[in-house]
């Protein structure tokens, strides 16, 4: 008898067994439902994003006055520019990190950094008129009126904008020579819509959290709802240019979702509309 149920005991322990297995082979698929619902706004981070959080993380552990995280001028008259310095360095070593760019030249190191397998001086070149485009040269393109561009997808309306996407804008008076043309911005998150001050008839705002490099960061800080949509490059003694994180404020056709203008920030008393600063966006793949 005790033979009986020492087998059935062990036929149980097999069937137990089976059914765990089971469920562990399900797993994985449960496991994937949460990512699957994570919404637009917030991710997941595409691999140049992800490294411009690895560059900048690094260097926000730094004091700005070390001086390894600045915004690159232009430099004086019958002087060689100095060219861009963006260095990853190793784990656990701020110091080893370096930012020196421009805006344009940011986001272009940023991906030459993240897809060597295509980001090349001679893709740029070939795509985009130069080894390390501006801002209206980025613009340009990303507007599909001139021609496909690998890898980049031309973004027309807000509802469209996504995590990672690139946002371009060209000066409308800029000068011939003029080495700032506009401004170009990494899409971090979308903040949802905004409806403080500043509001255009016909247009929606949206609080858009950037990574960009920039000689006047974005806000003023305490002022009106600053502290809802900050900048890692302000704090109460001023403001620090360099690469950062930031918020814009994006303005886009209440019906129709099309982009229609900018405020730099929250709290900037200016909106730009596009025939000022024509904007142009692009997803990154």
């Not at 940011?106 to 070939?126: E, I, M, N, V």
């Not at 900048?231 to 001023?238: C, E, L």
């Not at 240019?241 to 900037?268: C, E, K, Q």
Request: overall charge neutral; aromatic content about 10%.
């Amino acid at each position: 008898m005790s033979r009986v149920t020492t087998r059935r005991a062990v036929l149980s322990a097999v069937a137990g067994a089976a059914s765990a297995a089971v469920m562990v082979g399900a797993a994985p698929a449960a496991s994937a439902v949460p990512r699957d619902g994570v919404s637009a706004p917030y991710g997941p981070f595409p691999p140049h994003l992800l490294e411009a959080e690895q560059l900048l993380g690094y260097l926000d552990l730094l004091v700005w006055e070390a001086g390894n995280n600045q915004y690159r001028y232009p430099a004086p008259p019958g002087q060689p520019n100095v060219p861009d310095q963006m260095t990853w360095g190793g784990p656990g070593d701020p110091a080893s990190y370096r930012n020196l760019a421009q805006c344009a030249s940011f986001q272009t190191g940023l991906l030459k950094h993240s897809y060597p397998q295509w980001a090349t001086d001679g893709f740029f070149a070939q795509y985009f008129g130069s080894t390390s485009p501006q801002a209206w040269q980025y613009h340009r393109m990303f507007t599909g009126r001139h021609g496909a561009v690998p890898h980049f997808t031309p973004v027309s309306t807000i509802d469209d904008l996504q995590v990672g996407d690139l946002i371009a804008l060209d000066d409308k008076d800029r000068k011939p020579g003029d080495t700032d043309t506009g401004h170009m911005m990494l899409v971090r998150r979308r903040g949802g819509t905004y409806h403080g001050v500043g509001e255009q008839a016909g247009s929606t705002q949206h609080a858009v959290q950037v990574v960009d490099c920039t000689k006047t960061p974005h806000g003023v800080y305490g002022v009106g709802d600053y502290s809802s949509y900050p900048d890692s490059r302000i704090t109460k003694s001023g403001a620090w240019p360099g690469g950062g994180f930031g918020h814009l404020m994006l303005y886009a056709d209440t019906v129709t979702g099309a982009f229609t203008g900018i405020r730099w920030s929250v709290n900037s008393s200016v909106f730009n509309p596009i025939t000022e600063r024509a904007i142009a966006a692009a997803h990154v793949s």
